[in-house]
């Protein structure tokens, strides 16, 4: 049983800053690779960023230098920091586990195991 709950979506303006956050209740937490999908309206789920249980990460090319994965094994939460947002950053944001590595590398949205209901992100002027 896995269960997914994000939380920290709203609007922000072009620029600007947000940090959303993924509380897992997985048992085996410390052995998934979580990650980060987004969709914007009429568009494909796409993969943001991810990180594996050792510490390794990949991101998107469009968001990396901006976005920052982490994850707090004692929380069993899973965060993401998002700077210098873009208008194309716009998107239902989605939290997501898998126990592959080569799952989350390539983070592929038919890969992930589990998912949650995803966040709501804007960008405002």
């Known amino acids: 049983q896995v269960q997914l709950v994000e939380s920290g979506g709203g609007s922000v303006q072009a620029g600007g800053s947000l940090v959303l956050s993924c509380v897992a209740s997985i048992y085996t937490y410390k052995t998934y690779c979580m990650g980060w999908f987004r969709q914007a309206p009429g568009k494909e789920r796409k993969g943001v960023a991810s990180?594996?249980?050792?510490?390794?990460?990949f991101y998107s090319d469009s968001v990396k230098g901006r976005f920052t994965i982490s994850r707090d094994n004692a929380k069993k939460t899973v965060y993401l920091q998002m700077n210098i947002l873009k208008p194309e950053d716009a998107a239902m944001y989605y939290c997501?586990?898998?126990?592959?590595?080569?799952?989350?590398?390539?983070?592929?949205?038919?890969?992930?195991?589990?998912w949650g209901q995803g966040t709501l992100v804007t960008l405002s002027s």
């Open positions: 997501a586990a898998v126990d592959t590595y080569g799952a989350c590398e390539t983070r592929s949205a038919d890969s992930f195991d589990a």
């Open positions: 990180m594996y249980r050792d510490g390794t990460t």
